[in-house]
C-alpha cells in the first residue's frame, strides 16, 4: 500500500479526530483492576472468605489468648509475647482438640484463598462470552490478565490484612502488650510474605483458568495438585533423597531438605518460621543439628535483620516461584486463541 | 457519484494454522458508509478475516488497513475507531445493562456525562432503555443481541463489526437489528462489515457482499452484478403454493419456459420454489391455470440469493474436486 493512498484513507479531519481519540486511550490493566476489584469486593465469594478467615481466626485467637498468660512468663525468655500470638499453639482447656496456631492456619487456608480466587478467573470470562468483547476494546491482551491479577492479589492483601490486624487489635486489648519494632518488621514481613505465598497458588489457578475451559475442572486440578504437595511433598522428598544418598547420612539429609524445599508449602513454612521466631539462627537442618551439639553456642535471640538473612535463601526462592508461576500463565494466555 | 473513499483494505491477506489455510489471499475493500456483507458458511474464515482486521489475530501474510492503519501494529488504535459485535456475545450478567456498557466506555478512555449520555443514547436506540438497569441475567438472547449492538457503539466507532449479528434470534428480533444496521449506515454514516452465513439477511442489508467459500472469496460486488457473474443466469424466484397431485404439479412447472430450477418446502408438498429468468411469473400462472391447478399463493422471493449463493458454492467446490454440496440445508446448518 502507497502512502499516496495512506493519505486518501486518513484526511486531515480525520487525523485530528484520531489524535483527540488517541488521547483518551487508558491505561486498560488500572480499568479491568478497578472493576474486578469492585466485583470481587462484593461477591458472595469474598464474603463467605472472609467469614472463613474471620471465624477461624477469631477461634484461635480466642483460645490463645486465654493460654497465652500462662505462658507467658516462660515465652518472654525465648521470644516476644505479642509475637507468640500468632505463632503459639493453643492449649486450652476449653476443648481437648488440636488447634493449629494462627500462623499455621494462614498458611493452610491461603493456598485455599488463591486458588478460590484464581480458578476461574480467564475461563469464566471465556464461557461467559465476555472475553472477545474485552479485548476488542482498546487494549492489549495482557492487560487483562495483569488487571485480572492485580485485583485478585489485592482482594488476598485485603483478606489477610484483615486478620492480621484482628489479631494485633484483639492481642493488644486483650493481653496488653504492645508489639515493638522487631515485632512490627517480623509482622508484616511475614504478611507480605503470605500474599507472596497466596500470589504463588492464585497464579497456579489462573494458569488452570488459562488452560482448562471449564471453572469446575480447573477449581478440581489445583486442589488435587494443592492436596499432592501438601500431604506427599515430604515423602516424595525422602523417595528422591534416597536415590541421591545413603538413607539416614549427613548427605541424604541435606538432599532431602533441599528437594523438599522445591515444595512451596515446605518452603514458606521454613520462611515463616524463620521470620517469626528470632530463637531460629538457620534452616539447615545440618547447621541446626550441630549448633545444639556446640556446647559453645549460647542460645540468643536473633535481631529481625538477621533472621531474615537467615531465610534470604528461601525467601528468593519464594518470589522466584511467584513469578515463575505468573509468566506461565500469561504466556500461556498470550498464546491462546482469543475465539473459543 | 465519484468512488467512495476506501475504509478498510486488505491485499492478499493470509492466515494459516499450520498447513490449513483459515483465510487465503483475500482482497478486500469496504468504503466509507456502505454495508458490507461477508457471506459464507460456518467455518469459512469470515471470523478469521474480522479478528485480524481488530488486530486480534496476526496475519501468516498479506496486509490489511483499516482507516489507514495497520491493525497488526498499532492494534489499539483500529480498536478504538472500530466497534466490534463478536458471535455469542456475552456480558457480565452480576452487572446491569448501564454498569456492563459503562465498563465498556471506561476502557475506550469515554468517562462521565459523555459517557452517561452516550450510554443512554445508544441503549434508547436499541430499545432497552427501560431495562437499562436491570441485571443482564435476566434478559433474553435477543435483548443481550441488541445490548451487544449498543455495546459496539457507544465508543461512537466510525466502522461497525457485526459476527453473526441475527443468529439464534426470533424473527421479530432479526428484523428489529437489521432495521437498526439499516438505520446506522443511511443516518449516522457508520460503515458496517456484516458477517452471515443467512443469505436473506445480507441480502436485506447488505450493499456489496462478498462470499467466502473454505477461505478464499470467490465473488465480490453488488447484488445485481453477482446474479449477472453467476452462470446459472438466475435472477428470481417465486413461491407457489398450490395443491394437487406432486408429480402433475412438478412436471407442470418444469414445462414452463424458462424455469431453471424448482423445489418444495421440506416434507410440505404444497409449496414450491420455482426459479428462473425474469418475466417468469406470466407463464407460470398460465401454464397452472391451463392445466385446471388453481394457485392458492405466488409469491414473488424477489433475486434469490439462495441460488448466487448456491451457484458459487458448487462450482468453488466442484473446482476443489469435492463433492457439491446438493442441499443449501447443509451449507448453512
Known amino acids: 500500500m502507497s502512502a499516496t ?11 485530528r479526530y484520531r489524535d483527540s481519540v488517541d488521547e483518551r486511550i487508558p491505561r486498560g490493566w488500572r480499568v479491568i483492576a478497578g472493576k474486578e476489584l469492585a466485583d470481587l469486593l462484593t461477591s458472595a465469594r469474598s464474603l463467605v472468605l472472609l467469614v472463613v478467615l474471620g471465624l477461624a481466626g477469631a477461634g484461635i485467637l480466642v483460645s490463645v489468648s486465654s493460654t497465652i498468660r500462662d505462658v507467658a512468663s516462660q515465652a518472654s525468655g525465648s521470644q516476644g509475647v505479642f509475637l507468640a500470638l500468632f505463632t503459639l499453639n493453643p492449649n486450652t482447656s476449653l476443648t481437648t482438640a488440636q488447634l493449629p496456631s494462627m500462623v499455621a492456619l494462614v498458611g493452610f487456608i491461603g493456598p485455599l484463598l488463591g486458588i478460590a480466587l484464581g480458578f476461574d478467573s480467564i475461563n469464566g470470562e471465556r464461557s461467559e462470552g465476555t472475553l472477545s468483547r474485552l479485548v476488542s476494546q482498546p487494549i492489549y491482551r495482557d492487560d487483562v490478565i495483569n488487571g485480572k491479577f492485580v485485583a485478585r492479589l489485592a482482594v488476598i492483601a485485603i483478606l489477610l490484612g484483615f486478620v492480621v490486624l484482628m489479631v494485633c487489635g484483639v492481642g493488644i486489648w486483650r493481653i496488653g502488650v504492645v508489639p515493638d519494632t522487631d515485632d512490627v518488621l517480623r509482622i508484616g514481613t511475614w504478611y507480605l510474605l503470605t500474599v507472596v505465598y497466596v500470589g504463588f497458588w492464585l497464579s497456579v489457578a489462573t494458569l488452570a483458568s488459562v488452560f482448562f475451559r471449564r471453572a469446575a475442572t480447573a477449581a478440581l486440578v489445583v486442589l488435587a495438585f494443592w492436596l499432592v504437595l501438601t500431604f506427599f511433598g515430604s515423602m516424595i522428598a525422602d523417595l ?39 530463637a531460629v539462627r538457620t534452616l539447615d537442618v545440618v547447621g541446626s543439628a550441630m549448633l545444639q551439639l556446640d556446647q559453645r553456642a549460647l542460645p540468643t535471640l536473633l535481631p529481625f535483620g538477621q533472621s531474615a538473612l537467615v531465610a534470604w535463601g528461601q525467601i528468593t526462592m519464594l518470589a522466584a516461584g511467584t513469578i515463575v508461576a505468573f509468566a506461565l500463565a500469561y504466556v500461556a494466555f498470550m498464546r491462546q486463541e482469543i475465539r473459543a | 457519484m465519484p468512488p467512495a473513499e476506501v475504509i478498510i483494505r486488505t491485499a492478499a491477506l493470509e492466515k494459516r494454522y499450520g498447513t490449513k489455510h483459515a483465510v487465503r489471499r483475500l482482497d478486500l475493500e469496504v468504503r466509507r458508509g456502505e454495508v458490507f456483507g461477508l457471506l459464507g458458511p460456518n467455518g469459512a474464515g469470515k471470523t478469521t478475516t474480522i479478528l485480524m482486521l481488530l488486530g486480534l489475530a496476526e496475519p501468516s501474510g498479506g496486509s490489511a488497513r483499516v482507516l489507514g492503519l495497520d491493525p497488526a501494529r498499532e492494534p489499539l488504535r483500529v480498536k478504538r475507531r472500530v466497534g466490534y459485535l463478536p458471535d455469542n456475545v456475552g456480558f457480565y450478567g452480576s452487572l446491569t445493562a448501564r454498569e456492563n456498557l459503562r465498563y465498556t466506555c471506561r476502557l475506550n478512555g469515554i468517562e462521565g456525562p459523555v459517557a452517561e449520555e452516550g450510554i443512554e443514547r445508544w441503549l434508547t436506540r436499541v430499545g432497552l432503555a427501560d431495562v437499562a438497569d436491570d441485571r443482564v441475567d435476566s434478559f433474553s438472547r435477543g435483548m443481550r443481541q441488541r445490548l451487544g449492538l449498543a455495546d ?76 449477472a457473474g453467476n452462470d446459472h443466469g438466475v435472477t428470481v424466484s417465486f413461491e407457489v403454493g398450490v395443491d394437487g397431485d406432486g408429480a402433475i404439479i412438478e412436471a407442470v412447472l418444469g414445462s414452463v419456459p424458462g424455469v431453471s430450477s424448482i423445489g418444495t418446502v421440506a416434507a410440505d408438498q404444497h409449496i414450491w420454489w420455482v426459479s428462473g429468468s425474469s418475466g ?22 424477489g433475486m434469490n440469493l439462495d441460488d448466487i449463493y448456491r451457484g458459487y458454492f458448487e462450482s468453488a467446490a466442484t473446482e476443489a474436486g469435492r463433492e457439491p454440496l446438493t442441499s443449501l440445508a447443509q451449507v448453512t446448518s
Open chain 1, 5 to 15: 493512498d495512506m493519505a486518501t484513507i486518513a484526511p486531515a479531519a480525520e487525523a
Open chain 1, 240 to 278: 528422591l533423597a534416597g536415590y541421591l544418598a545413603p538413607s539416614g547420612e549427613l548427605a541424604w539429609y541435606g538432599w532431602r531438605q533441599g528437594i523438599d524445599q522445591l515444595v512451596p508449602q515446605t518452603l514458606y513454612f521454613d520462611i515463616v518460621t524463620a521470620i517469626m521466631d528470632p
Open chain 2, 280 to 301: 417468469l411469473a406470466e407463464p407460470l400462472l398460465r401454464s397452472l391455470l391451463d392445466a385446471g391447478l388453481v394457485p392458492w399463493l405466488i409469491k414473488d422471493r
Open chain 2, 152 to 227: 459496539a457503539l457507544v465508543k461512537e466507532p466510525a466502522i461497525l463489526i457485526l459476527d453473526e449479528p441475527t443468529a439464534s434470534i426470533d424473527p421479530v428480533g432479526v428484523r428489529e437489528i437489521l432495521d437498526l444496521v439499516d438505520e446506522l449506515s443511511r443516518d449516522d454514516g457508520v460503515t458496517v462489515l456484516l458477517a452471515s452465513h443467512l443469505l436473506d439477511q445480507v441480502q436485506r442489508v447488505c450493499d456489496r457482499i462478498a462470499i467466502f467459500v473454505a477461505g478464499e472469496v470467490v465473488a465480490m460486488g453488488a447484488l445485481a452484478e453477482l446474479a
